[in-house]
C-alpha cells in the first residue's frame, strides 16, 4: 500500500484513476475545488491548487508516497506545487500532453518525415521558463496551452526535490458521455446527420488512448522508477480519415468531406502538420499498449449512441 495523493481526479480518466489506486488498496488523498466528490474511502481535500498558503495549510502535515497531478497547465502552478510538496512526497508524476511537440507553438529539432516522435524532443531540463507571462489570464492559457505544459515540466525536473516524471498523453477517446471534449461525438453527430467534415489537403495522421488504457498508465507510473517524460499512446497512428470511415462504416453512412485552404482550421485531429508519438520508451520500460484499433469501434459505439436523438 502506498499513500497516493491526486491532485484533480474528478472527471473521466482521473476519476477512473483514483478508482484504480483505491481498489488496488492504497490509502488516496484526491486535492480538488469540489466539483465532484471522490469514491468511499477516499480522503478528499477541498482547496484551490493556486493559493499555495491555503494549499499548504490544508495539507497540514500530511505526507505522501506519490502525488499524481491531473490538473497542472502552468510553470506558476508547478512552482507552487513544487515549493507545497518538497519533503513532503517521494515522487511526483504529471499528466502532461501530446501537445508539447506540436511545430506550430514551438521550435523542435528537425526529424525525418513522419517520424514518431521520441521524448528527447522536448527535454524539460533545459527548456526555458517564464513564470512572469500572464499565466493567469485564462485567454492567455487557452491560447499558450502546449508551452504551459512543456514550461510546467521544466519547473518540476529543474527545481523540484522528488523524483519527477511526466506522463504525455495522447488524445483521449472513450467512454461516450464521460469525454468531455466531444471531439468523437462531433464526427459521430456530424457523419450520422449528412453534414461536412472540414479537412486539410494532406491531413496527416496523429496517435489516440482510451481513457481506460490512460488511467491504467498513470496508475503503473505512479508505481514505478523512472524518471523523465513518458509518451502514452496506443500502437497505431490514424488520419482523420480513418477516423470517419470507421465511424461512417459504423453508421451504415457515407462520410462527407469539405478541404479547407491551407491555414485555415478543420474539424478535431485533422492535422496539417506531423508530430504523432513514439511509445517506444514505455513499453521498454514495461507498460503493455493496446492497439487503436482494437478499442476504437466500442468507443464509437459509444459516441454514435450519444448522436441518437431520443424519441418520444
Known amino acids: 500500500m502506498q499513500r497516493i495523493c491526486v491532485i484533480g481526479g474528478s472527471r473521466y480518466f482521473g476519476k477512473l484513476l483514483v478508482e484504480r489506486l483505491r481498489t488496488a488498496g492504497h490509502q488516496v488523498t484526491v486535492i480538488n475545488r469540489g466539483s465532484a466528490s471522490p469514491p468511499t474511502g477516499v480522503e478528499h481535500l477541498l482547496v484551490d491548487r493556486n493559493d499555495e498558503a491555503a494549499l499548504m495549510a490544508v495539507l497540514d502535515a500530511r505526507t505522501f508516497d506519490v502525488v499524481v497531478d491531473q490538473v497542472c497547465y502552468t510553470p506558476v502552478q508547478a512552482a507552487i506545487a513544487a515549493r507545497v510538496f518538497a519533503g513532503r512526497v517521494r515522487r511526483y508524476v504529471m499528466t502532461s500532453t501530446i501537445e508539447v511537440y506540436d511545430p506550430a ?4 529539432p528537425a526529424l525525418p518525415a513522419g517520424t514518431h516522435v521520441p521524448e528527447e524532443s522536448v527535454d524539460p531540463a533545459i527548456w526555458q521558463v517564464a513564470i512572469d507571462l500572464p499565466w493567469h489570464d485564462d485567454a492567455y492559457l487557452e491560447a499558450h496551452y502546449a508551452e504551459g505544459k512543456r514550461q510546467a515540466e521544466a519547473v518540476f525536473t529543474q527545481a523540484s526535490r522528488f523524483a519527477f516524471a511526466t506522463v504525455r498523453s495522447a488524445h483521449v477517446l472513450g467512454g461516450g458521455a464521460q ?7 462531433h464526427y459521430a ?12 489537403a494532406q491531413a496527416l495522421p496523429t496517435v489516440f488512448i482510451h481513457y481506460e ?15 523523465g517524460p513518458v509518451n502514452a499512446c496506443s500502437d497505431g497512428s490514424l488520419g482523420v480519415h480513418d477516423l470517419a470511415e470507421i465511424i461512417a462504416a459504423q453508421a451504415g453512412r457515407e462520410a462527407v468531406y ?3 485552404p491551407a491555414g485555415d482550421a478543420a474539424s ?14 514505455a513499453k521498454a520500460l514495461g507498460f503493455p499498449f493496446s492497439r487503436a484499433t482494437d478499442w476504437l469501434p466500442v468507443a464509437v459505439a459509444e459516441a454514435l449512441a450519444m448522436s441518437v436523438a431520443p424519441t418520444d
Open 105 to 108: 507553438t514551438a521550435t523542435l
Open 179 to 185: 469525454e468531455f471534449t466531444g471531439r468523437l461525438a
Open 189 to 200: 453527430g456530424r457523419i450520422t446527420q449528412g453534414e461536412e467534415i472540414t479537412v486539410h
Open 213 to 227: 488504457e490512460l488511467a491504467d498508465l498513470l496508475a503503473w507510473a505512479a508505481a514505478a522508477d523512472f524518471t
Open 258 to 260: 469539405r478541404t479547407v
Open 268 to 281: 478535431p485531429f485533422s492535422f496539417d502538420r506531423h508530430y504523432a508519438m513514439s511509445n517506444t520508451r
